[in-house]
């Protein structure tokens, strides 16, 4: 019922910079916290940093002083901007959302994952 699309991942050196979205399309009626998660290769789905509707943000460690979450809530939009990028931010960088669908039904969703990779 809830879709998300990512977009924005590639290949960046140390130092870069890159910017993600992601974009929420379906039977939405609100989206409480949207949110972005990432999973290096044989490692756990870690959180990244996620954003509420009214933008009360919060941010793993490793990133926090690198990375902004925010959200267009007209656009059901979240975009996560990555500065001074460093190898160890490589993995898949997934999208969530969670909220309420038209019919009030509770919703979770995610994205398809866009790949991120920091190297030389």
């Known amino acids: 019922q809830v879709q998300l699309v990512e977009s924005g991942g590639g290949l960046v050196q140390p130092g870069g910079s890159l910017r993600l979205s992601c974009a929420a399309s379906?039977?939405?009626?609100?989206?409480?916290?949207m949110g972005w998660y990432r999973q290096a290769p044989g490692k756990q789905r870690d959180l990244v940093a996620t954003?509420?509707?009214?933008?009360?943000?919060t941010y793993a460690d490793s990133v926090k002083g690198r990375f902004t979450i925010s959200r267009d809530n007209a656009k059901n939009t979240v975009y996560l901007q990555m500065n001074s990028l460093k190898p160890e931010d490589t993995a898949v960088y997934y999208c969530n959302a969670a909220g309420l669908t038209r019919s009030l039904s509770t919703f979770s969703s995610w994205g398809q994952g866009t790949q991120v990779t920091v190297s030389s």
């Open positions: 954003i509420t509707r009214t933008s009360t943000t």
């Open positions: 379906g039977s939405i009626a609100r989206i409480n916290v």
